[in-house]
Antibody
Framework: EVQLVESGGGLVQPGGSLRLSCAAS????????MSWVRQAPGKGLEWVSY????????FYADSVKGRFTISRDNVKNSLYLQMSSLRAEDTAVYYC?????????????WGQGTLVTVSS | DIQMTQSPSSLSASVGDRVTITCRAS??????LNWYQQKPGKAPKLLIY???SLQSGVPSRFSGSGSETDFTLTISSLQPEDFATYYC??????????FGPGTKVDIK
């Protein structure tokens, strides 16, 4: 089991940028595939981005492609999400989650989430 | 893109009731379907993976079934701690994941 703690959320103006971090502990982080999943207030879950264990394979949801960048530092046991050109519709709680294989890929461990509010 | 739908969007039930939630995929996803439970203010929790496999530590009153496009999550006897929102999620088109819109289970 991996413990995940997100940080970096806050209030940002439309068009602005923000960088989220997710610190992992308890396991060999470099072995884990990771994702960001978000949840707008009162809404459902939306997968945002995926990164392989080495960082060589990256995917994004269409809603954030070209604006968000996922990355990781396996020495610092950390996952990041650089968000730019932010819009009101990006307002959400952002969770980092480990992606593990249990016959199929699942989101197994989750952080507590960090709230991003995009508003003027 | 694979779209996921769930029904109902919400339901009211009593402790001890049998509850069934349905999830449908827009195309066949074999058994690449997972179920999560989320309580207010908390992160989601994995309940069922690969359509019917129970995650370690999850009570046996939870079960999943289905394949291809139609799936169900069943709670055999609803307990007070089961009042939550339940989401299905497809892992067929990985790593492009999709969640269903959720089903809220509240107290009648």
């Amino acid at each position: 089991e991996v413990q995940l703690v997100e940080s970096g959320g806050g209030l940002v103006q439309p068009g602005g940028s923000l960088r989220l971090s997710c610190a992992a502990s308890g396991v060999t982080f470099r072995s884990y595939e990771m994702s960001w999943v978000r949840q707008a207030p009162g809404k459902g879950l939306e997968w945002v981005s995926y990164i392989s264990s080495s960082g060589s394979s990256i995917f994004y949801a269409d809603s954030v492609k070209g604006r968000f960048t996922i990355s990781r530092d396996n020495v610092k046991n950390s996952l990041y999400l650089q968000m730019s050109s932010l819009r009101a519709e990006d307002t959400a709680v952002y969770y980092c989650a480990s992606v593990q294989t249990k016959a199929v890929l699942v989101f197994d461990d989750w952080g507590q989430g960090t709230l991003v509010t995009v508003s003027s | 893109d694979i779209q996921m739908t769930q029904s109902p969007s919400s339901l009211s039930a009593s402790v001890g009731d049998r509850v069934t939630i349905t999830c449908r995929a827009s195309q066949s996803i074999s058994t690449n379907l997972n179920w999560y439970q989320q309580k207010p203010g908390k992160a989601p929790k994995l309940l069922i993976y690969a359509a019917s496999s129970l995650q370690s530590g999850v009570p046996s009153r939870f079960s999943g079934s289905g394949s291809e496009t139609d799936f169900t999550l069943t709670i055999s006897s609803l307990q007070p701690e089961d009042f939550a929102t339940y989401y299905c999620q497809q892992s067929f088109s990985t790593p492009l994941f999709t969640f269903g819109p959720g089903t809220k289970v509240d107290i009648k």
